[in-house]
């Protein structure tokens, strides 16, 4: 005998405050933001019937473009819609490959039937949280040790080297030279009239203008070895960071030479590699199926796992977008720095990287 399953209803409990909120009120106050609001009040009812998430299943070519279909909307408005709600925090990813998102809002305030249901399903959500903070925990905890035993290597290098500039003969034998320029100056002063003054003053000074050269020399190989060093330190970080070690040390170095070289910045590889480092740490990839680092970087495996924005983008200062005040009104459009990608896939295909 087939049961048939009870039907449950839910609902949406929508705050007294939800239009007076800050980022309502920002929204609203958009060129068009009106619209905006009632998407996102569309996007709400349409999540709460799916443990408030929205799938994407590949219909469209992109998240938006299915969404506008299921929600009778513009393209354009939904595209705008998506990018302020993952900018404020109202529209959260959590699959990497952009299946499903999830509305925070919504699963605060849905209601349904049964409230022993509900109950339930609080403490799985408590339970699931718990476990994600556990997991943050250790592994924060992984990378302050790290970093404190970096920290302490360190530190043994500056002591070693000061033991190293304590110890050195050249600086004793500077002071033993200017002594005894000092005592010859002593006894020129007793034989004014002595042709040896003359030679000794010239001794004197050509010992000054050769120290003045040293120092200048000094000051000038320091300012070129903190250029030089640079980029050689984004590529120890680099090392430090990648979740797997590496056994091609030349090989690597020379795809993140190409990398940079070609324009592409180090920060952008550096946050790759973190998320990558992190994803291999929450699905507790076995080490085999790590990638290795200059398959990493040759592949463009590294691009999969780009932010959405530049960090060091002057325009939108690393948030994805930017506002145009035209009169009136505001108009909010996403950054060029959000199209790199396409700019790192064409330089995987270039002539110049097969060869």
Not at 37 to 48: E, H, Q, T
Not at 53 to 82: H, M, P, R, W
Request: aromatic fraction near 10%.
């Amino acid at each position: 005998m087939v049961t048939r399953r009870r039907k449950r209803y839910y609902w949406l409990k929508l705050d007294e405050d939800f239009f007076n909120s800050k980022q309502i009120k920002k929204l609203r106050k958009l060129a068009g933001g009106d619209t905006f609001a009632i998407i996102y009040l569309k996007m709400l009812l349409l999540s709460i019937n799916n443990d408030c998430l929205i799938s994407y299943d590949g219909v469209e070519n992109s998240f938006e473009e299915e969404l506008a279909l299921q929600l009778d909307e513009g393209v354009d408005n939904v595209k705008v819609t998506v990018m302020y709600l993952k900018a404020q925090g109202l529209l959260e990813q959590i699959e990497l490959d952009g299946t499903k998102y999830s509305l925070p809002y919504a699963s605060k305030n849905v209601g349904s039937e049964a409230e022993s249901t509900e109950r339930v399903r609080r403490m799985r959500e408590r339970k699931k949280l718990l476990l994600e903070a556990q997991k943050k925990e250790s592994y924060l905890n992984a990378t302050e040790t790290k970093k404190l035993s970096t920290a302490l290597q360190c530190n043994e290098n500056v002591t070693s080297g000061s033991e190293c500039v304590t110890v050195d003969n050249l600086p004793l034998q500077c002071n033993a030279n200017e002594t005894h320029n000092e005592n010859s100056l002593q006894c020129n002063t007793k034989s004014l009239q002595s042709n040896d003054l003359l030679q000794c003053n010239a001794d004197v000074t050509q010992y000054n203008e050769s120290v003045m050269l040293d120092k200048d020399k000094n000051k000038n190989n320091k300012y070129i070895s903190s250029i030089t060093n640079e980029s050689v330190d984004n590529f120890k970080v680099f090392v430090e960071e990648y979740p797997k070690k590496i056994n091609n040390f030349e090989l690597t170095k020379n795809q993140w030479n190409f990398l940079i070289k070609s324009g592409v910045p180090s920060t952008d590889i550096l946050s790759a590699t973190r998320k990558y480092k992190y994803k291999v740490f929450l699905e507790h990839t076995d080490w085999k199926y790590i990638k290795n680092s200059e398959n990493f970087l040759r592949d463009g495996t590294w691009i999969d796992y780009l932010p959405l924005a530049l960090d060091c983008c002057d325009i939108c200062k690393g948030s994805g977008y930017e506002y145009i005040n035209n009169a009136d009104m505001t108009v909010m459009k996403p950054c060029r720095c959000t199209q790199r990608k396409d700019f790192y896939k064409s330089l995987m295909q270039a002539q110049e990287r097969r060869a």
